[in-house]
T-cell receptor, first 114, second 111 residues
Framework: AAGVIQSPRHLIKEKRETATLKCYPI?????VYWYQQGPGQDPQFLIS???????DKGSIPDRFSAQQFSDYHSELNMSSLELGDSALYFC?????????????FGPGTRLTVT | DAKTTQPNSMESNEEEPVHLPCNHS???????IHWYRQLPSQGPEYVIH???SNVNNRMASLAIAEDRKSSTLILHRATLRDAAVYYC????????????FGKGTKLTVNP
């Protein structure tokens, strides 16, 4: 079965650079979520989109922005990178049915800021 | 968001049942109880969810207390592949769809 695809899987950037992470949801899924997981920490919600509109926002820094495109893929743009942005970034997708909204996660992008 | 309390860690032997508890005393009447797990170096994975009645699927069973203030995830026969961090997450139906991960339970399965 098709899964959530994230690219790149690994990314190394220097401080103050920019990074773009991409997420391709499971076909026919209409909602995309982004989570950040720092070293030794639990995943933290950043932002979500439903039908290409932002649906919820968590602890996402102002330096980060995201959008969902007409083909439902999503991109997380990160500017002025800081050492503390080094983390695993997960994308998840879901489809609204039955009120349960289970989310399916991608393998993650490991961002290292040096 | 309802607060949850789970043991930091648990151990089990392979082929034995595992009962992973979760307290969610502030859960509201419309919150579903979701369980996710995260295997090492992987993204979280949906396990099971329920509202009031006990639920079974191919991965696990979910036992929900009558007052809904606690639940237990049951793995009937633990395997080495079940070693993961297990998260109990109340989610409001029709409300915010985000998952709020608390401090889950790290399950170690011994061969």
């Amino acid at each position: 079965a098709a899964g959530v695809i994230q690219s790149p899987r690994h990314l190394i950037k220097e401080k103050r650079e920019t990074a773009t992470l991409k997420c391709y949801p499971i076909p026919r899924h209409d909602t995309v979520y982004w989570y950040q997981q720092g070293p030794g920490q639990d995943p933290q919600f950043l932002i979500s989109f439903y039908e290409k509109m932002q649906s919820d926002k968590g602890s996402i820094p102002d330096r980060f922005s995201a959008q969902q495109f007409s083909d439902y893929h999503s991109e997380l743009n990160m500017s002025s990178l800081e050492l503390g942005d080094s983390a695993l970034y997960f994308c998840a997708s879901s489809v609204r049915r039955g009120g349960s909204y289970e989310q399916y996660f991608g393998p993650g992008t490991r961002l290292t800021v040096t | 968001d309802a607060k949850t309390t789970q043991p930091n860690s648990m151990e089990s032997n392979e082929e034995e049942p595992v009962h992973l508890p979760c307290n969610h005393s502030t859960i509201s009447g419309t919150d579903y109880i979701h369980w996710y797990r995260q295997l090492p170096s992987q993204g979280p994975e949906y396990v099971i969810h329920g509202l009031t009645s006990n639920v079974n699927n191919r991965m696990a069973s979910l036992a929900i207390a009558e007052d809904r203030k606690s639940s237990t995830l049951i793995l009937h026969r633990a395997t080495l592949r079940d070693a993961a961090v297990y998260y109990c997450i109340p989610r409001r139906q029709g409300g915010s769809e985000k998952l709020v991960f608390g401090k889950g339970t790290k399950l170690t399965v011994n061969p």
